[in-house]
């Protein structure tokens, strides 16, 4: 599990392809202070296992539905991404429930400058927006933000100079695409509130059976 809370920017050092998958190389530094085999580390907010890593860098496997439904797909070396490390049992909760797992890809509509923050307008589908609501969070590459407006077609974020300064938020113009994650909450409340519904079970006692047993 993560925050969204991102902890620094990563660079992709080189990406090696596959016929549908790619091991990413990541150069980082604080995500590497305590690093293992198999941890878990969200890379523009997509959950990736650590394969291998040195003083600099970490190896990531990405298979071909991550690549299919994430804009990792689009990394090239020299990419900057954000990287965010599981939760730690004992850390501070600052961002909300973030589960590395991408609902879909959004669009960078529009940026506009509002005195010290910055307005991201995001177009995204009709599946993803069912679940954004104003004041609600959102993951936008692994950042947890508020959202400060929503319609049919598209959301809107505000971000602050210090959110835009250490994330890749700096890097996105409009025609680029994101990755969305939604409030898990939201998703397991319609889930719990539309059951499937048990069929009944019939006992095999009939009038014919009883009928023909003399009952």
Not at 61 to 68: A, K, Q, R
Not at 85 to 113: C, E, P, W, Y
Not at 171 to 193: A, C, F, M, S, W
Request: aromatic residues 6%; glycine residues 8%; proline residues 3%.
């Amino acid at each position: 599990m993560f925050t969204g809370i991102v902890e620094e920017m990563g660079t992709i050092r080189s990406i090696r392809k596959g016929t549908h998958s790619a091991v990413l190389e990541i150069q980082a530094k604080v995500v590497l202070e305590d690093i293992h085999v198999g941890d878990s580390i969200a890379v523009n907010g997509v959950c990736l296992t650590a394969t291998s890593f040195t003083p600099s860098t970490f190896t990531a496997d990405v298979m071909h539905e991550t690549l299919n439904r994430s804009s990792l797909a689009a990394l090239h070396p020299g990419s900057r991404v954000n990287l965010e490390r599981a939760m730690a049992a004992n850390g501070r909760f600052g961002g909300h429930i973030v589960s590395g797992h991408v609902d879909g890809l959004g669009t960078v509509l529009s940026t506009q400058k509002d005195d010290n923050a910055i307005w991201y307008t995001i177009g995204a589908s009709p599946e993803v927006l069912r679940y954004v609501v104003e004041k609600g969070s959102i993951t936008i590459d692994g950042i947890s933000l508020t959202v400060a407006k929503v319609d049919d077609q598209s959301f809107a974020i505000s971000a602050i100079p210090h959110t835009v300064a250490v994330t890749v938020l700096q890097d996105r113009k409009p025609g680029d695409k994101v990755n969305l994650e939604t409030d898990i909450i939201g998703k397991y409340v319609e889930k719990l509130l539309q059951p499937k519904e048990i069929p009944k079970q019939t006992s095999g006692i009939t009038r014919d059976f009883l009928t023909k047993y003399g009952f």
